[in-house]
């Protein structure tokens, strides 16, 4: 279960580890829909033979699915309630220090860094770090910048 804040005191968590999201899988399946979804079909995503002579013995997601997977996994942290719109506004820096292996379970832990006052409600600069279960590097650290207006 998320967190649940009204947005009037989301400020209040700047600096507090939120905690992390429960596992998720990134499967073949999910990584060739990402592929298919992008057009980015390199063969070190898609193609399982190759990839078994490849860097990672095996395929590995695109950075970009492993990125994109903060926002649902977000969502199991923090739910700010009396908001209308929820806008990702960007990030202020990516890295992927370690690939996310095809099969591999994958869980977000973040905190929020920062929370600005904008026009009509709220913007949250987040500390997010996605981790590969059984990995000692991280696979993903972010800092992705939300609005959440009134």
């Known amino acids: ?10 400020a209040a968590l700047v600096g507090e580890d ?14 060739d829909a990402f592929a298919d979804a992008t057009g980015d079909h390199q063969w070190i995503h898609v193609d399982t033979i190759a990839a078994q002579d490849g860097p990672y013995g095996g395929t590995i997601a695109h950075g970009h699915l492993t990125l994109s997977l903060i926002i649902p996994l977000w969502s199991e942290l923090l739910e ?10 960007g990030l202020d820096r990516v890295r992927f220090p ?45 800092r992705p910048v939300l609005r959440y207006l009134a």
Request: aromatic share 2%; charged share 20%.
């Open 1 to 10: 279960m998320p967190r649940t804040v009204p947005l009037a005191e989301v």
């Open 18 to 31: 939120l905690g992390h999201s429960g596992w998720l899988t990134v499967d073949q399946r999910r990584i």
């Open 80 to 89: 700010i309630q009396h908001v209308t719109t929820k806008i990702n506004y």
């Open 98 to 142: 370690a690939p996310v292996r095809s099969g591999s379970r994958v869980r977000l832990q973040a905190s929020i860094a920062e929370v600005i006052g904008i026009p009509g409600g709220v913007q949250l600069v987040v500390d997010a770090t996605m981790r590969a279960e059984g990995e000692s590097r991280p696979v993903c650290v972010a």
